[in-house]
């Protein structure tokens, strides 16, 4: 009698808790309004005019992508059972490629805004499993890029947005590879140079330059240390208000750093970093799920 294969186990994603949910997605929609309130009408005329650009630019995007990489995956990719085939994989890939689109365009256009300016060199000159985090990640971050603008300490913020949207880069192109299985000597060990990279960029940027340039100079140097030689806030509760949900942000990145160490353990002691990113990160294999 033949034995029978071992059934794989399906792993179960359970739904956000709907309370958390709800208060988090009405921070959210309260931020905009206060965004709203705050932004003077020619600005909110030019950000309405950006966000269409934008839509605009994910759409053309998700498409280019999707013709590409289906092209790709068909005639290139055989030899791994052409990964891109299924909807779902296809759905993951082509959301993942207007993201990759977003953060390297912001890191390129937050870099040419830093190319004359002594923000790094002189910080006292004055003047899927992760869905509830994610939500308290952009509900945190909303908050600090909003009090940059209104407390005038506009360097920082987009100090804050370089170091996300330049970690965020090769972690887009770790998952977009991750989708295309281009892992161990048939992938030619593409997701493993991408995880090595981006746990490499990731450390620097949210782990040691964040605390180490950002909060330091925020909470330590001075108060304005943050702040461009204008009108500035120098009250204690915003300050205070400011440097918590910078902290609440580093303690979301300390907790995305166990994630994805525990995502290298798991990868090293078990299958690759393909099945792992899927029980770790994504809640289950697409292999799960139909067409």
């Not at 206060?34 to 839509?55: I, N, Q, T, W």
């Not at 805004?113 to 002189?122: F, I, K, P, T």
């Not at 450390?203 to 702040?227: D, G, N, Q």
């Not at 002691?269 to 770790?280: C, D, K, L, P, R």
Request: aromatic share 10%.
């Amino acid at each position: 009698m033949r034995p029978q294969s071992p059934v794989p186990t399906k792993v179960v994603k359970k739904p956000p808790h709907a309370i958390l949910d709800g208060l988090l997605s009405a921070l959210i929609v309260v931020e905009c309004i206060v965004v709203v309130g705050v932004l003077p009408l020619d600005l909110l005329g030019l950000l309405g005019g950006l966000l269409a650009v934008v839509a605009v630019a994910v759409g053309v995007t998700k498409r280019s992508f999707c013709v590409g990489g289906r092209y790709i995956s068909q005639r290139f990719l055989k030899h791994l059972g052409d990964p891109l085939k299924k909807d779902v994989t296809m759905r993951k890939f082509t959301d993942q490629s207007w993201q990759l689109v977003i953060h390297a365009s912001m890191t390129v256009l937050e870099l040419y805004v830093l190319q004359d300016e002594a923000w790094w060199s002189d910080t006292t000159t004055q003047v899927r499993k992760d869905y509830l985090v994610m939500m308290a990640h952009h509900v945190v971050t909303i908050a600090l890029v909003t009090l940059s603008f209104v407390m005038n300490y506009l360097p920082i913020g987009v100090l804050v947005l370089l170091l996300h949207d330049a970690s965020d880069v090769p972690l887009d192109l770790l998952k977009m590879a991750n989708y295309l299985k281009l892992e161990a000597r048939q992938g030619f060990y593409i997701t493993e140079v991408l995880f090595a990279i981006m746990l490499s960029v990731w450390l620097y940027c949210r782990v040691y330059m964040f605390p180490t340039k950002i909060i330091r100079s925020s909470m330590w140097e001075s108060r304005v240390a943050c702040a461009v030689p204008l009108e500035t806030w120098d009250f204690t509760i915003s300050w205070l208000g400011f440097n918590l949900m910078l902290l609440a942000l580093y303690a979301l990145h300390i907790w995305w750093t166990f994630l994805l160490l525990r995502l290298l353990y798991n990868a090293l002691s078990n299958s690759g970093v393909h099945t792992a990113a899927e029980v770790e990160y994504e809640g289950g294999s697409d292999s799960d799920k139909e067409d």
